[in-house]
């Protein structure tokens, strides 16, 4: 159970974007529906710990996961407990192939055999995934690129 006590988020010290803000997540998620510049993507990264990469910062309120206070944590241990952003905006690391985006998101797992079960997985998710594995992922069409990024944090933790 993910938890949100009434948070504000200050962005650099001085923009307060959100204010008040509680969201109550079980099993099988949905997300309010906000107009533009609500504070949808603030709220995510608050709880995924990603505000920090823009000296955002949580200052009031608190966010809970399965009884534990993560909101001082960093995003690394968020990401440790299985809670990861899909990013907006193709983020994908052009460079390289899709399946070696797909695999920088299992670095941190040892477990190889089960790394390729998931891999299959994405791919039943995405059959367009595994159709253009091969390709340079800085080629793909915005769509395309919007499924990796949909893809990589899915199962880069542990289960
Ligand atoms: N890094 C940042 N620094 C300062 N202000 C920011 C930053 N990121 C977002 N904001 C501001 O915070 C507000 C909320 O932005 P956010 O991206 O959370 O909105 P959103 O609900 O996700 O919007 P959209 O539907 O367009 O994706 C906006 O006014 C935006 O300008
Ligand atoms: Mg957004």
């Not at 997540?25 to 709220?43: E, L």
Request: proline share 3%.
């Amino acid at each position: 159970m993910l938890k949100v006590n009434s948070i504000e988020v200050v962005y650099m010290n001085v923009i307060q974007v959100l204010r008040g803000v509680s969201i109550e997540v079980g099993d099988g998620v949905s997300f309010p529906t906000r107009a533009n510049g609500a504070g949808k993507t603030t709220t995510l990264k608050a709880i995924s710990g990603m505000l920090k990469t823009e000296e955002g910062e949580v200052t009031e309120g608190s966010i809970d996961f399965d009884g534990k206070r993560i909101d001082r944590y960093g995003p690394e241990d968020i990401a440790a407990l299985g809670i990861s952003q899909a990013m907006e905006g193709r983020r994908v690391l052009e460079h390289l192939s899709v399946e070696e985006n797909l695999l920088v998101g299992a670095y941190c797992r040892k477990d190889r055999a089960a790394v390729k079960q998931d891999l299959e997985l994405v791919s039943d998710y995405f059959p367009r995934i595994k159709h253009l594995r091969r390709r340079v992922s800085g080629y793909l069409s915005g769509g395309e690129q919007q499924m990796l990024v949909i893809g990589e944090p899915s199962w880069h933790v542990q289960s």
